[in-house]
């Protein structure tokens, strides 16, 4: 293990951290927040630690698979590590756990919030809060990719660690090339999102906030109400749109822009994507609608809203779903664990890896009719490896023990079952707001330090999909 090279590119993303730490202070100065210091003082101490440890270590090797799994899990650490400055330095959190937690949960695209009142935070420490979940969404080590050319000879090994789904999808030869593509579509589909929010009458403070929860399928936003406070039917069919594009492969965007909107239609996985968020909002809006007789637009974009938000895990919230029938909110929670499509900024299991689950089951079935039949899982006409489908069985069953043990660890803090059942599948899933105490209209300040501890590390999981964290705790990753 090259710790050194490991601790050097630690340090190159410390000083681009920095560096992001001064874009919101337009906004503190425009809008006289008064937090302009603590952002200046925070991107101080973040750059300059990075600089001493580029000055302090080197990359003596080019990044293998060990090291690729450290620089990665690390790089996230020290990102959320650093990210909590200006937090602390504002005086907006009153300890540095609800810093931390705040700031991983923005990082991981998690959304999940210590604040009872978001208005009253100064709006450049607001702006850095939406800002880290945009960093976070597409990757901040895939960000890195894009910009230190001298990642490039071994760069794959940081993009398969970081970058969500069974299948990392490599669009050039080359991995830094497909880095910025992936970024340039991100930005794109953005800057396309923020004009559109701003034709619909948001100003473009926030505009670009719930921009930036909408494409990193964050749902941080910059109202206590959420996207309830905009009741624009534009704005949110807007954001219902941007939500479900983002909760889709990236890649196959960058596709379409090629060879058309064929593209989406000989997807599989986009199909299959498409057809649960239709049938799941069908399903929410009969489950609603239909006790109440309000069969109104309203109903409709409710219904579809929440489905959307839910199951790209963005978190965003328009109505309080804990007072839809049980029915509802048990399909919510099972979105949760559905999530996106891989190689999106969606949470969850994905969509890929249960859509391959079903494959397989069906070859298994059909082996037992033929067994000496070979029966070949397939997507995207291409055949999938058997360590592929392996991984996949893997990674559905320690997803489903995680869950299980950490929700037994929250009840054993003393927190009801909704409370824990929600509380660890909306952060190891990545969604934000669960069932209970940290329900639609509430949030996670109430929860102990060791409860906060807890749940920032399942965002941690959640977001590296399980393996990429939990191999650094295996002994055997450490021998020589």
């Given at each position: 293990m090259d710790l050194r090279g490991v601790f050097h590119l630690q340090g190159w993303l410390l000083i681009f951290l920095g560096g992001a730490m001064l874009i919101p202070l337009p906004f503190s100065f425009y809008y006289q927040a008064g937090d302009w210091a603590a952002l200046s003082l925070s991107a101080g101490i973040t750059s300059v630690t990075g600089l001493i440890m580029t000055r302090r270590t080197r990359l003596t090797r080019d990044v293998r698979v060990r090291e690729g799994f450290a620089i990665v899990t690390f790089g996230w650490l020290m990102a959320s590590m650093f990210g909590a400055l200006p937090f602390m330095l504002s005086g907006a959190t009153a300890s540095y756990t609800d810093a931390f937690f705040e700031t991983i949960s923005g990082f991981t695209t998690t959304g999940a919030t210590i604040f009872a009142d978001v208005e009253a935070l100064?709006?450049?420490?607001?702006?850095?809060?939406?800002?880290?979940?945009?960093?976070?969404?597409?990757?901040?080590?895939?960000?890195?990719?894009?910009?230190?050319?001298?990642?490039?000879?071994?760069?794959?090994?940081?993009?398969?660690?970081?970058?969500?789904?069974?299948?990392?999808?490599?669009?050039?030869?080359?991995?830094?090339?497909?880095?910025?593509?992936?970024?340039?579509?991100?930005?794109?589909?953005?800057?396309?999102?923020t004009v559109l929010l701003m034709m619909g009458g948001l100003d473009l403070f926030d505009a670009l906030c719930q921009t930036f929860g909408t494409m990193a399928t964050g749902g941080f936003s910059t109202k206590n109400a959420s996207i309830a406070a905009f009741p624009s039917p534009f704005v949110q069919w807007v954001l219902i749109v941007f939500m479900a594009l983002a909760g889709a492969n990236f890649?196959?965007?960058?596709?379409?822009?090629?060879?058309?909107?064929?593209?989406?239609?000989?997807?599989?996985?986009?199909?299959?994507?498409?057809?649960?968020?239709?049938?799941?909002?069908?399903?929410?809006?009969?489950?609603?609608?239909?006790?109440?007789?309000?069969?109104?637009?309203?109903?409709?974009?409710?219904?579809?809203?929440?489905?959307?938000?839910?199951?790209?895990?963005?978190?965003?919230?328009?109505?309080?779903?804990?007072?839809?029938?049980?029915?509802?909110?048990?399909?919510?929670?099972?979105?949760?664990?559905?999530?996106?499509?891989?190689?999106?900024?969606?949470?969850?299991?994905?969509?890929?890896?249960?859509?391959?689950?079903?494959?397989?089951?069906?070859?298994?079935?059909?082996?037992?009719?033929?067994?000496?039949?070979?029966?070949?899982?397939?997507?995207?006409?291409?055949?999938?490896?058997?360590?592929?489908?392996?991984?996949?069985?893997?990674?559905?069953?320690?997803?489903?023990?995680?869950?299980a043990l950490g929700t037994l660890a929250i009840a054993m803090m003393g927190y009801d079952m909704p409370t824990s059942f929600g509380a660890v599948a909306a952060t190891l899933g990545n969604v934000g707001p669960g069932l209970g105490d940290v329900g639609a209209v509430d949030n996670y300040g109430a929860f102990s330090a060791a409860g906060k501890w807890l749940l920032a590390f399942f965002m941690l999981l959640g977001r590296l999909e399980l393996y990429t964290v939990l191999i650094l705790f295996m002994p055997a990753y450490w021998r020589r």
């Open positions: 100064p709006r450049g420490v607001l702006f850095w809060r939406s800002l880290t979940h945009w960093l976070g969404g597409m990757g901040i080590i895939l960000l890195s990719l894009a910009i230190l050319p001298f990642l490039g000879v071994g760069g794959m090994q940081l993009y398969k660690a970081e970058v969500p789904g069974p299948i990392a999808d490599k669009l050039t030869p080359r991995v830094t090339e497909t880095a910025k593509i992936l970024w340039a579509v991100y930005i794109l589909l953005s800057a396309a999102e890649s196959l965007h960058y596709r379409v822009v090629q060879r058309g909107w064929r593209v989406y239609r000989e997807d599989r996985e986009f199909l299959v994507y498409v057809a649960i968020l239709a049938g799941a909002s069908v399903l929410i809006y009969l489950l609603t609608a239909m006790p109440t007789g309000q069969h109104s637009e309203l109903a409709v974009r409710n219904a579809v809203f929440q489905v959307v938000s839910v199951q790209t895990t963005t978190g965003f919230i328009t109505v309080d779903y804990e007072l839809w029938p049980f029915a509802g909110q048990l399909l919510l929670l099972l979105l949760m664990f559905v999530g996106g499509s891989g190689g999106s900024t969606a949470g969850g299991m994905k969509v890929l890896r249960l859509y391959l689950l079903g494959k397989f089951v069906l070859a298994e079935l059909n082996r037992l009719l033929h067994p000496h039949a070979i029966i070949p899982v397939r997507v995207r006409q291409h055949t999938i490896p058997r360590e592929v489908v392996t991984n996949v069985l893997g990674f559905s069953v320690l997803y489903i023990v995680i869950f």
